[in-house]
């Protein structure tokens, strides 16, 4: 394969600029208006995007961006902020629906008021039923903070209906999950009942402050004049509802090959609000709209990894592929948890090739494109991410251009097998 063209966008260079670590985070945003109402440690930094943004316009009249893995909705706000048309593309159902409830930021902020009011009068009056809730959420909680939320959570399902203020509220109640609980819920991935927290919010007060900030940070954004972003809530494999050669800018962070399972970052939400009765719901509930990122996602037999390596979408890497695929399916043998890391990164790297035959489609030329990638290896086989990304990509009809990378990971773990620092950082490439 080709190796990475290097520097073909002078201009970009002058992004590093940014602080080198700040694009792949979340933790930023958590002092921005909107952006703050929901940590989402999956995202990434607003500012960056803006900046993105910012320079994309000095070279088009107009600038239309696309994020197929909108996740929170942070470049969606971003484009917003700085007046740019922008639709989001998100399949995990419970984070499209967190993105969509940011995005009514500009709606009524007293019908907001009201309904908050509604809800908390309402719900002093409920009585709380508890023995419903899983496992999971009884290990969560103690009965108090537990019977508040359920008495919160009663409320607002008894006064829900269709308008933003109702999304708001959702979204007020399932953002003070974690906060509220006594035990330690990890803002990445896994709630972990035996870790204690010393301070868990009281839920009815921590109910107040935030939809307190989430007025006053309405009427910050409501003073500034924006356009209107969109969600769709659908695969980025497809990008089905997002028009023919629409965006001529998409900023995004695709999930990466290393077995974050993005079905279980929600579990405790679902789980409280009765989406999920417990982990064996996620596969239909969640993964199955996914990109194979995790190998929860692919048990054994699921796929044949012959087939998969073998379609033609996978042919410019498909030799590369193999290898490293067949190492994992041979290193698994002398593992003992068997995980099937050898169909997962098979997986990946297919929907990735779909993703940007997507792309392809709804993309304008000249269009550019940056994804936040970092590269994985499991079983310390390492996964060559960004050359082969580039390979697919091109093989769809982009360009490459050059990789920054924005940090390294994993250089402190002793046990290391592989001999290539694992990083992170902005592939961009045009078209
Ligand atoms: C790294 S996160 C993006 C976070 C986002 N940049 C933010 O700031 O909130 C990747 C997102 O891709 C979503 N995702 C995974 N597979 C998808 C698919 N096939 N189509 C659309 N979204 C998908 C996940 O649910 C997750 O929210």
């Known amino acids: 394969m080709r190796p990475i063209q290097r520097l073909l966008f002078p201009e970009a260079a002058s992004q590093s600029a940014t602080p080198e670590h700040t694009s792949s985070t979340f933790v930023n945003n958590l002092r921005l208006p909107v952006h703050r109402w929901f940590r989402y440690s ?124 109702s999304s708001l509220a959702w979204l007020t109640l399932v953002a003070i999950l974690r906060e509220t609980s006594k035990v330690g819920t990890a803002q990445w991935q896994y709630v972990l009942p035996k870790k204690q927290k010393r301070f868990p919010r009281e839920p009815f007060s921590a109910f107040d402050q935030l939809s307190r900030r989430i ?97 033609s979408v996978l042919r410019p890497i498909s030799n590369d592929l193999s290898a490293v695929c067949g190492q994992l399916a041979e290193v698994r043998k002398t593992k003992g948890g068997k995980k099937t890391y050898h169909l997962m990164v098979a997986c990946y790297f297919h929907d990735l090739a779909r993703v940007w035959q997507a792309l392809r489609r709804v993309c304008n030329s000249p269009c550019r494109v940056c994804f936040v990638v970092g590269d994985s290896a499991p079983y310390g086989v390492y996964v060559p991410v960004v050359p082969w990304l580039t390979g697919l990509a091109e093989a769809a009809g982009f360009r490459a251009a050059r990789f920054e990378r924005t940090r390294e990971r994993n250089t402190k773990w002793k046990n290391r097998k592989h001999r290539v620092p694992l990083q992170e950082g902005r592939l961009w490439v045009e078209g």
């Not at 000095?58 to 909705?73: I, N, Q, T, Y």
């Not at 090959?257 to 579990?267: I, S």
């Not at 996914?290 to 012959?306: K, N």
Request: aromatic share 8%; glycine share 4%; charged share 25%.
């Open 42 to 165: 999956a995202g990434f930094s607003a500012e960056w995007v803006e900046e993105v943004i910012e320079q994309k316009k000095m070279l088009s009249d107009e600038v239309r961006l696309l994020d197929p893995f909108a996740g929170s909705g942070t470049s969606l706000l971003a484009a917003e902020s700085r007046s740019v048309k922008a639709i989001g593309v998100e399949s995990h159902p419970f984070i499209a629906r967190v993105a969509q409830a940011k995005l009514e930021w500009c709606s009524d902020i007293g019908a907001y008021r009201a309904i908050i009011v509604a809800v908390r009068k309402l719900a002093r009056e409920l009585v709380p039923t508890l023995d419903h809730y899983p496992a999971l959420i009884q290990k969560c909680y103690d009965r108090e903070s537990l019977s508040q939320l359920d008495v919160l959570r009663q409320a607002w399902q008894r006064l829900a209906d269709e308008s933003p203020a």
């Open 215 to 311: 007025q006053a940070d309405m009427i910050v954004r409501q003073a500034l004049s924006c356009d209107r972003a969109a969600l769709v809530q659908t695969d980025a494999r497809t990008c089905e509802g997002v028009p023919d050669e629409w965006a001529n800018l998409v900023v995004t962070s695709p999930p990466y090959p290393n077995n974050y399972d993005y079905a279980d970052a929600t579990r405790l939400e679902m789980s409280f609000m009765g989406e999920i009765a417990g982990w064996g719901d996620l596969q239909s509930t969640v993964r199955n709209y996914l990109i194979r990122s995790c190998t929860q996602h692919v048990p054994e037999r699921s796929c044949c990894l012959d087939e998969v390596i073998t379609s």
